[in-house]
């Protein structure tokens, strides 16, 4: 049976146009449509009160994206208890202020942050489809100014958690945190804070850009309660019913955004992120989004169980020659 020119013609029209319908959508609608997500989690000593954290990521900032500053502003209206930003702050070389005068009122605020691969080299063109190969070649940019955001960040009173154990007390909660520097670049040295937290903490928090399997491994066994990271951008581009076609690390793809169980013990969030790269500024059922965490004190039982479980880890651990 022959066919039809004109219904072929006809056919490929229509799907050209509902492609580039999809890609208007992704670039000028969802890319810009923030959103808060609210999540509670079951992590501190029991007794505890709650903890407001709120966990921003992947901002990926350039001077003029002024719609994304207004809308990390207003999130100082949340009134968070204490404020965590898991890296990949930039994609500008004078993106620095922009990223400060976005958090200006948030800086105010005890914070902790570790720094990503786009806080210290700036984004380049890819081929999109190597994000699907794993082990693909890692390209980097120009070195960007991350010693000025990290000067501005610290000065402000924010911790860096980079490769450094630190304890504060924030709302009359006492917590152990640690952190690495990016493993997405394999900066990470989880050595340099390997070892149990501190016992009598409330909340043993870890840090990490890149939520890589190897790194979320170690917190686990260190016996930390809650890790979070960023990274994955929630997939960005994903599959309606089916989710996220990639994570870009080894996570898989069942926890590339939300809160997850790792191992038996430490509680995962991974958030999806703020922004996108300017080279790739589309969101496709993945909006751009900050969580904020409600932590509260986990059942009795459970929360012993689980830290008499991890100390018989790292005590075994610390007996094998």
């Keep these: 049976m022959p066919v039809n020119r004109n219904v072929l013609k006809r056919a490929a029209q229509g799907a050209a146009g509902a492609a580039a319908l999809g890609v208007g959508y992704a670039s000028l ?63 500008h070389q004078r993106a620095v202020p922009a990223v400060v005068q976005a958090l200006d009122p948030l800086l105010a605020r005890p914070g902790l942050f570790v720094f990503g691969s786009n806080d210290y080299f700036a984004p380049v063109p890819k081929n999109p489809l190597k994000y699907f190969k794993k082990d693909h070649k890692r390209v980097m940019g120009d070195p960007l100014p991350w010693r000025d955001l990290r000067a501005a960040f610290t000065e402000r009173g924010w911790h860096d958690l980079t490769h450094v154990r630190h304890d504060l007390e924030v709302a009359g909660i006492r917590i152990a945190t640690g952190g690495v520097d990016d493993p997405h670049l394999k900066r990470d040295r989880y050595d340099t804070i390997a070892g149990a937290p501190n016992p009598v903490a409330d909340l043993r928090l870890g840090l990490t850009h890149s939520p890589e399997p190897r790194v979320l491994d170690r917190f686990a066994e260190d016996g930390y309660d809650l890790v979070l990271a960023g990274h994955t951008h929630g997939g960005q581009l994903c599959v309606p019913f089916y989710g996220a ?61 689980d830290r008499e479980a991890s100390s018989t880890d790292i005590a075994a651990r610390s007996e094998t020659p």
């Excluded at 505890?48 to 966990?55: C, I, P």
């Excluded at 350039?62 to 890296?87: A, H, M």
């Design 29 to 91: 609608v969802e890319r810009n449509a923030f959103t808060l997500r609210e999540t509670t989690m079951p992590v501190l000593a029991p007794g505890s009160s709650s903890l407001r954290v709120l966990h921003i990521s992947d901002l990926h900032m350039t001077p003029g994206q002024r719609l994304k500053q207004q809308w990390l502003r207003e999130l100082d209206r949340l009134e968070p208890d204490l404020v965590i930003n898991t890296g990949d702050n930039l994609s």
């Design 245 to 305: 076609l990639v994570t870009n690390c080894e996570l898989d793809r069942s926890r590339v955004k939300g809160p997850s169980k790792w191992g038996a013990h430490t509680q995962l969030h991974v958030s999806a992120g703020i922004g996108t790269s300017p080279w790739a500024p589309y969101r496709f059922c993945c909006r751009p989004e900050a969580t904020l965490l409600t932590l509260v004190a986990a059942p009795p039982r459970k929360h012993a169980a």
